[in-house]
């Protein structure tokens, strides 16, 4: 009898998450036991490089639970880097990913399905409403969606995750796709093919703290506008020549009035000038900077990931 492959396949890739792995699998095997017109199903939980117990509390879970594989890293590469390796070794002929904090509710899998047995190759999840999170994460959260669309030419829905349902088609899609700086959501939505956004409101976390702190947040911002949009280099280049019409106005007022000789005190003009003039450079070496040092990774071409090993309930395949 040859293997069955599953049908769906639950991609959940976790850092430090010790307190939410096990009443994560309970629902999301109690939810996928409940769906009769799934054949077969698997989960693929990707561990980050915890330092925790996170891979300790999930090994003896393998016996209760048949169908996990625990795809375990050698160390910490960040979540996009471990959702995508999870990706990678996703089986069935529909994935979805989410996250491991139990803010995605697993209750929403079954509107995935029934949209993509429709013919929706992508179904996202649209927050609603965030519960257990700061103003200044609302506040910032929502401008980054609203920027970001307007930046890119790509149509990224706002509000949304990466908890979404993606046919086999787009992870053949995706697999193509290997750069190292990632913004899923951005490559999904680039690969094209039927969407539909499904509504929810995102619940707070079921223990553990945040994995994204400002510093992230603002990184995988930047990450998520310099891989689809050329517009900060554009807005040097316009900044540049806006300075320079302004320094060359400056430069026939000063000339005139040399003719006319009428000195003027020139200190502060000169060093306003001067600081100003000095502070545009910087933000275009900046900017240039960014697009650089993600060409420079990119052409190093490193693997996104590494493998530990693999853990199922048939045992350890080492890779």
């Known amino acids: 009898m040859g293997l069955v492959l599953p049908e769906i396949s639950i991609v959940v890739p976790v850092y430090n998450e010790e307190g939410n792995v096990e009443e994560l699998l309970e629902r999301l095997f109690s939810i996928m036991s409940g769906l009769t017109t799934v054949t077969a199903f698997e989960f693929v939980v990707v561990n980050d490089g915890s330092t925790d117990g996170t891979l300790e509390r999930m090994k003896p879970l393998l016996a209760r639970f048949p169908m996990l594989r625990i795809v375990n890293l050698s160390r910490n590469f960040g979540h996009q880097l471990a959702a995508t390796a999870g990706l990678d070794a996703a089986r069935g002929e529909a994935v979805i990913l989410m996250d491991g904090d139990l803010q995605d509710p697993p209750e929403l899998i079954a509107d995935f399905i029934a949209h993509w047995r429709?013919?929706?190759?992508?179904?996202?999840a649209m927050r609603r409403k965030r519960d257990g999170e700061s103003r200044f994460k609302l506040i910032t959260a929502s401008l980054f969606y609203r920027v970001i669309r307007r930046l890119t030419n790509v149509a990224i829905p706002v509000d949304?995750?990466?908890f979404r349902l993606m046919s086999r088609r787009v992870l053949v899609a995706l697999s193509h796709?290997?750069?190292?700086?990632?913004?899923?959501?951005?490559?999904?939505?680039?690969?094209?093919?039927?969407?539909?956004?499904?509504?929810?409101?995102?619940?707070?976390?079921?223990?553990?703290t945040t994995k994204y702190p400002l510093s992230?947040?603002?990184k995988f911002a930047l990450d998520g506008i310099t891989s689809f949009s050329?517009?900060?280099l554009r807005f040097a280049t316009y900044l540049g020549f806006v300075t320079s019409g302004f320094a060359f106005m400056y430069l026939l007022i000063v000339l005139i009035l040399n003719i006319l000789h009428l000195n003027l005190q020139g200190y502060t003009s000169t060093m306003a000038a001067i600081l100003f003039l000095g502070g545009v450079q910087l933000i275009g070496i900046g900017i240039l900077g960014e697009y650089i040092g993600r060409i420079y990774d990119e052409v190093k071409g490193r693997p996104l990931y590494l493998v530990a090993d693999v853990l199922s309930a048939d045992g350890v395949i080492a890779e």
């Open 118 to 124: 429709a013919g929706y190759d992508v179904v996202y």
């Open 160 to 162: 949304t995750g990466d």
């Open 177 to 208: 796709v290997r750069e190292r700086h990632r913004f899923l959501r951005g490559l999904v939505s680039w690969v094209g093919y039927r969407q539909i956004g499904v509504g929810y409101d995102r619940a707070e976390r079921f223990s553990g």
């Open 216 to 218: 992230k947040m603002i």
């Open 230 to 232: 050329e517009i900060p």
